[in-house]
């Protein structure tokens, strides 16, 4: 079975979205920005989810961690809690 490794951070608008995303691309650590920004538990370890399957996570999630560039952020990706920013950082 398919398995990745990805992190992420959580915010309530698209607008933080993508404000933090240019943030990221202009330089600043993805996981710094997740450990001051991210309203998930996961902002703790710098949004890191380690290891998971296809279809442990929500839908919309799955389809871009298991589809997307590696070590590329991607999103704004909507889901039911709010507005992601994602990173895969490995997949096999």
Do not use: W
Not at 83 to 91: F, I, K, N, P, Q
């Amino acid at each position: 079975m398919s398995q990745a490794s990805a992190r992420h951070l959580l915010v309530d608008t698209e607008e933080q979205c993508l404000a933090l995303k240019a943030e990221i691309e202009a330089g600043k650590d993805f996981a710094e920005v997740a450990k001051e920004h991210s309203n998930c538990p996961s902002k703790a370890q710098g949004g890191d989810l380690g290891s998971f399957g296809r279809g442990q996570m929500v839908p919309e999630f799955d389809e871009v961690v298991f589809s997307a560039e590696l070590n590329k952020v991607q999103g704004p990706v909507k889901t039911q809690f709010g507005y992601h920013l994602l990173e895969v950082t490995s997949r096999t």
